[in-house]
C-alpha cells in the first residue's frame, strides 16, 4: 500500500530534550516537506526537500532541522524544543517533476507537546 | 508573499443543503491551486486540483473553478452528506512551496 508513515505518533517531552520525528514514503517520491498544524493558522511550512541531501527552509523553520540522506525518509529534528513547537505535525511527499501541480500525500500526523 | 484566505468557520449545514466555501489568494505567477480535506484524525487528503485559469477540478461531487480574475478557487457541492463533514483546507502551490489557508471546518446534520 502507497503510505507516509511517521513515528512517533504522540510525543509528550519537556524543553530542551532533543527529539526526532521520522517521516518515511514508499512511493520513490522525491519531493517532501514538513508541516506544522495551529489552530486558525491552518498548516505552516516548515521545509522541504527536492530530492537527496536538497533541503530548503519553508516559511517556519527556526527551531527545526531536517535531513535528506535517502530518498524515502525525511526526519524533523528539534535540538532544543520549547513549549511554542508543540504542535500537530505532518509529513507529505510528491513527485518532484511539476511539483507546483501535483498532488501531496500526507501523512497521519504526529501530535507534539513540549511541557 | 503569496497568500490564501478562506472563510472562516465552522459552516453547518442540513443534509442535502448547497455548500460553497470561498477561496481567495495572492500570488506571483501561475500558482496551481488545490482544495484538501482533513477527517477527524487523519492527515490531509486531496479533494480536488487545478494548474491553470478557468481548469475547473471535480472530485467526489465537489467541485471548484480558477478564476484567475477574481483570484479565487471557490468550493462547491449541491448537496452535502453527513460523511462530508470534515475541515477543507484551500491550497496554493508555485513552485516547491504550498500555501495553506486556515481551514474551514464543516459540520453536516442528518
Known amino acids: 500500500e502507497a503510505q507516509v508513515t511517521q513515528n512517533p505518533r504522540y510525543l509528550i517531552t519537556v524543553t530542551g530534550k532533543k527529539l526526532t520525528v521520522t517521516c518515511s514514503q514508499n512511493?520513490?517520491?522525491?519531493?517532501m516537506s514538513w508541516y506544522r498544524q495551529d489552530p486558525g493558522l491552518g498548516l505552516r511550512q516548515i521545509y522541504y526537500s527536492m530530492n537527496v541531501e536538497v533541503t530548503d527552509k519553508g516559511d517556519v523553520p527556526e527551531g527545526y532541522k531536517v535531513s535528506r540522506k535517502e530518498k524515502r525518509n525525511f526526519p524533523l529534528i528539534l535540538e532544543s524544543p520549547s513549549p511554542n513547537q508543540t504542535s500537530l505535525y505532518f509529513c507529505?511527499?510528491?513527485?518532484?517533476?511539476?511539483?507546483?501541480?501535483?498532488?501531496?500525500?500526507f501523512g497521519p500526523g504526529t501530535r507534539l507537546t513540549v511541557l | 508573499g503569496d497568500s490564501v484566505t478562506q472563510m472562516e468557520g465552522p459552516v453547518t449545514l442540513s443534509e442535502e443543503a448547497f455548500l460553497t466555501i470561498n477561496c481567495t489568494y495572492t500570488?506571483?505567477?501561475?500558482?496551481?491551486l488545490f482544495w484538501y480535506v482533513q477527517y477527524p484524525g487523519e492527515g490531509l487528503q486531496l479533494l480536488l486540483k487545478a494548474t491553470k485559469a478557468d481548469d475547473k477540478g471535480s472530485n467526489k461531487g465537489f467541485e471548484a473553478t480558477y478564476r484567475k480574475e477574481t483570484t479565487s478557487f471557490h468550493l462547491e457541492k449541491g448537496s452535502v452528506q453527513v460523511s462530508d463533514s470534515a475541515v477543507y483546507f484551500c491550497?496554493?502551490?508555485?513552485?516547491?512551496?504550498?500555501?495553506f489557508g486556515a481551514g474551514t471546518r464543516l459540520f453536516v446534520k442528518a
Open positions: 512511493m520513490n517520491h522525491e519531493y
Open positions: 507529505a511527499s510528491s513527485r518532484a517533476r511539476d511539483a507546483h501541480s501535483n498532488e501531496q500525500f
Open positions: 500570488a506571483t505567477g501561475y500558482p496551481s
Open positions: 491550497a496554493l502551490s508555485g513552485g516547491f512551496k504550498t500555501i
